[in-house]
Each structure stands twice: as C-alpha cells, then as structure tokens.
C-alpha cells in the first residue's frame, strides 16, 4: 500500500491559510447580500402605502369631528346670549345673527293656571339646530 504524501505546514502557513478562506467567504456573504431585492422594496412601499392611508383617513376623521364640536359650541353660546336677552325682555322674537349666518326664534310662552312662563330659544344653521329651554316666574303679574 502507498501511503499518500502528507505535506507539514508551519503554524504561519496555517494562519495565511485561515485569512484566505476566511475573506472568501466573508466576500461570497457580502456580495451575495449587498442590496434590496425588489420583492423586499414592493412590500416596503405596501406597508408605508397602507399606514399612510391609515394616517390621513385619521387625521380627516378627526378634523371633522373637531370642526363639529366648534360649531356646535358657537351655536350652544349664541343661543345663550339670545336666551340672556329673552330673560331681560321675554316677547317672542325671530332673525339673523350677524356674522354667523345662524337663525334664532324666542318665544315666551305663560303657562297655564300658573306664575310660570316657558322661555324657549332655538338657534338653526349648518344642518343643525340647538335648543335652551328655560321656566322662570311671570314678572308681569
């Protein structure tokens, strides 16, 4: 039998040896890996699409909604004040605020049978109406 031919490497040989095989592969990782596949970057750009439409559709949503709280807050304050004037002076009334584009009726309305008398304001616009109603005692009696 022939023995095969073992050839010794000194340790520095071994080293070399080592870092060449060592920077092949590092190389074939690095190359192999070194950009987006445009599998990769079409499902990005779907998950940034979605949350962003996610982030407008919310930020809509709630505009709205903060608009149509400040509208009904001025409309619960005009008709305060125009409920404040029936208070004072309590005849029926109709008309147009000024600068709001908002319409208002009072109406005093006596009870019957007692001292009480019903103070009614309503205030319309926008699609929308608010309503104070009020009992207070019959002053003219």
Do not use: C, W
């Amino acid at each position: 039998m022939l023995k095969p031919k073992v050839k010794k490497m000194s340790s520095y040989e071994i080293k070399i040896k080592e870092r060449s095989l060592s920077s092949r592969l590092l190389s074939v990782l690095t190359s192999a890996s070194s950009g987006f596949t445009l599998l990769e970057i079409m499902i990005a750009l779907a998950i940034i699409g979605t949350a962003l439409t996610v982030i407008v559709h919310t930020v809509n949503y709630h505009t709205n909604i903060m608009y149509e709280n400040i509208l009904t807050t001025r409309m619960f304050q005009q008709a305060k004040e125009k409920m404040n004037e029936l208070e004072t002076a309590p005849q029926n009334s109709t008309g147009t605020i000024d600068t709001t584009g908002l319409s208002y009726e009072n109406t005093a309305t006596p009870i019957k049978d007692t001292r009480f008398v019903e103070l009614r304001t309503v205030v319309k616009g926008h699609g929308r109406q608010v309503v104070l109603n009020e009992l207070v005692i019959n002053r003219a009696e």
